[in-house]
């Protein structure tokens, strides 16, 4: 029994086999191969592959139709027939073709089910490109490469469902054609007060930079930057919040270190420097382009291919010290760089919100825009796709924000209704600068700005060189540091949400101290401008020991008010924030030995005279001990409270009541 039975298995096995053999051979027998064909249909077929050769594909066409109206069961016919339609962006009859060929035969050429997918995404049926895609990967193809990018497309599928389905407000307007010719505008930055814009003119292949003056909110004919341009191309820039600083990309110059570097160049009394490499710190041997120079010139992010990255590029920052130094540029890590491409960062001034361009996140296929905040622990959060109709399936442009954060600035193809990319693609497409609207929830944080003109209080001389400091009041922590230019001016961004100390000080003259209460603001429509005028330290020769006169002090120096200096409500205690500006005081104390001078306490109205008398000159003596505790020498310091009598605005208002309330000092003569 144990015989038979082993002999009826055996039998059983072969009738199997037979079967299977002879549906494979059924199956093979239902349609021909470019192997198998004969006859007219093989002739049609081979002159359709000259035509494809050639990129004749609407010839070849025709001859792939030949073949199949000869032979309908064809497979390699009907394969070829498809991607010709689809290499004409024919994708409604590629689609039909593809899946023909694999209603013959889905499993004769695996990567038909992939392309069939790819076809399906550009006609925005998701669903089957889906399904089609899952098909692929379970077809048992051994292509790894395609095999992850089928994973990939089903995400972007799934995304882009999503995104379609909920689409974010999107009405780009033209520059105009001041800025926009005949020739392709792209890659465009602006400065903070968005008085000046900079951008990459393409003229038959020549890439140079143009610059644009905004007068009565209208941008004006662009002009070239002759001081830059050369007879090579000057590609990606940023130009700094101020306007002083340009940062470019430059391929192939002799002072380079690699196929692409990092330039600066620097507006000095109206003209640009001589561009100049930033050094090995910055560039090697690989492509660094792209930069985003941050609002306090102290950052520098920008795209680079180098060995040891996350991907193909990914993006980096240095950052620049005191002396003027930059440091080794750090990646910022696997959360914003992938295995693909991150490049095209965009730091807004706010310091905490990163645009940037990336085909490694889920997206809309190609090349997306993101957004990523930094975290309180300085790390950056997980990238926001800014999603459609601001991304498509075509590859996007470089993206720029103004300061408000309401604005943001790009390049799109000016003959078509999606975006287009810049860097490669600039050199096809034809583009024009574009600006719109940013949906609320993809804005920075919201910023305003400092602008000063510092000068000689007497004199009216322009003071350059004088050093500028925003300290962040809740911490004592510097937040920005500048100098004024050649013309005496500065300008500086200030992120709202935060109260800011502002000093100015230059040697040979007394500081000036600035106080910017934006802890309770959330939108500030103006900025602030201001004029400084900075009073020269005096000549004066006391000899030791000697007292400082008491004497009315509007016949002394003039006042000089600490507006930094903070006390708490109703008393003589100092507020922590007030230690920068006490030392601030200190140092100029230490720096001219010599200088005497009187602390001067004032009150509004509030309240009783006698009590706001008393007040104000425990005040001001609260100043003067810090200084005795600190070094200082009291034959140098007096101190007197003058209560309400000396306002210097209407006690009427809560701003003027404020104004009033305030400490000072005043240079003894």
């Given amino acids: 029994m144990e015989k038979l039975k082993f002999v009826s298995v055996i039998i059983a096995g072969l009738f199997l086999f037979l079967q299977c053999a002879v549906a494979q051979e059924t199956k093979s027998s239902t349609y021909l191969t470019r192997k198998t064909i004969s006859g007219k249909a093989k002739k049609y077929y081979e002159k359709g592959m000259e035509y494809n050769k050639k990129g004749e594909n ?12 000869s032979t309908p069961n064809f497979i390699d016919a009907q394969i070829q027939w498809a991607a010709m339609h689809y290499d004409m ?17 889905p499993a004769y050429k695996k990567k038909v089910l992939y392309v069939l997918g790819i076809t399906e995404m550009k006609l925005e049926k998701y669903k089957e490109s889906i399904e089609h895609f899952e098909q692929f990967l379970t077809s048992g193809s051994k292509n790894e490469t395609l095999l992850l990018k089928a994973k990939k497309h089903i995400e972007t599928c799934k995304f882009s469902f999503t995104a379609k389905s909920n689409p974010v407000p999107y009405e780009p307007k033209n520059l105009g054609d001041k800025i926009n010719t005949i020739n392709s505008a792209y890659l465009p930055s602006v400065t903070a007060d968005e008085s000046i814009l900079v951008y990459t003119e393409r003229i038959r292949g020549q890439e140079d930079f143009y610059i644009s003056v905004k007068k009565d909110s209208v941008w004006q004919v662009g002009e070239p930057m002759d001081d830059i341009n050369t007879d090579l191309n000057e590609g990606a820039q940023s130009i700094s919040a101020d306007g002083k600083f340009l940062v470019f990309t430059a391929c192939d110059r002799r002072d380079g270190y690699g196929s692409c570097d990092l330039y600066f160049s620097e507006n000095k009394k109206g003209k640009w420097t001589k561009p100049a490499n930033m050094g090995n710190m910055i560039n090697t041997r690989s492509w660094e382009s792209q930069p985003s120079i941050s609002a306090d010139g102290k950052a520098l992010y920008f795209s680079s291919n180098r060995a040891g990255g996350y991907g193909v590029k990914d993006i980096l920052v240095s950052y ?29 001034h706010d310091g905490q919100t990163l645009y940037f361009m990336s085909d490694g996140h889920p997206g809309m296929g190609g090349h997306d825009l993101f957004y990523s905040r930094k975290e309180k622990d300085g790390t950056w959060g997980k990238p926001t796709n800014l999603g459609y109709p601001i991304n498509t399936e075509a590859e996007e442009s470089t993206l720029v924000i103004s300061l408000d954060g309401k604005t943001a600035f790009f390049a799109r193809d000016k003959n078509k209704t999606e975006n287009t990319k810049t860097d490669d693609l600039a050199r096809k497409a034809d583009l024009d600068l574009y600006s719109f609207q940013l949906y609320e929830e993809a804005r920075p944080q919201a910023v305003t700005y400092v602008k000063a003109n510092v000068t000689d209080a007497e004199t009216r001389k322009k003071l350059a060189e004088a050093k500028v400091e925003f300290v962040d009041l809740s911490n004592n922590q510097v937040h920005a540091f500048s100098k004024t230019d050649a013309d005496g001016e500065f300008l500086v961004c200030l992120p709202l949400g935060k109260d800011y100390a502002l000093s100015v000080s230059k040697e040979l003259y007394v500081f000036h101290s600035e106080n910017f209460a934006l802890s309770e603001m959330n939108s500030k429509d103006e900025p602030f401008i201001l004029k400084i005028g900075l009073q020269a330290i005096p ?17 002394e120096g003039k006042p000089i008010v600490l507006k930094n200096v903070f006390f708490e409500t109703g008393s003589a205690s100092l507020k922590d924030a007030s230690i920068n500006e006490l030392n601030r005081l200190k140092n100029l104390l230490e720096e001219n030995p010599n200088l005497p001078i009187r602390i001067n306490g004032h009150t509004d109205n509030v309240g009783s005279d ?16 810090y200084l005795l505790t600190n070094g200082i ?5 007096s101190y007197k409270g003058f209560g309400e009598t000396l306002p210097i605005a209407s006690n009427e208002d809560t701003d003027g009541r404020q104004k009033n309330r305030r400490t000072e000092f005043v240079i003894i003569r």
């Fill in 89 to 105: 962006d024919n994708y409604m009859e590629a689609e039909v073709g593809f899946e023909k060929a694999i209603s013959i035969d």
């Fill in 610 to 625: 006698e009590n706001n008398l008393v007040l104000s000159n425990d005040r001001a003596k609260a100043v003067y001990d």
């Fill in 539 to 555: 000549t004066i020769a006391v000899s030791e020991g000697a007292t400082p006169s008491s004497t009315d002090p509007l016949a």
């Fill in 633 to 637: 020498n009291g034959n140098r310091l």
């Fill in 58 to 69: 609407k010839k070849a066409v025709n001859e792939f139709s030949k073949a199949l109206k």
């Fill in 320 to 348: 620049c010290d005191e002396a003027g130094v930059w440091g080794k540029p750090q990646s910022l890590g696997e959360v914003i760089n992938t295995k693909g491409y991150d490049q095209s960062p965009f730091i807004h």
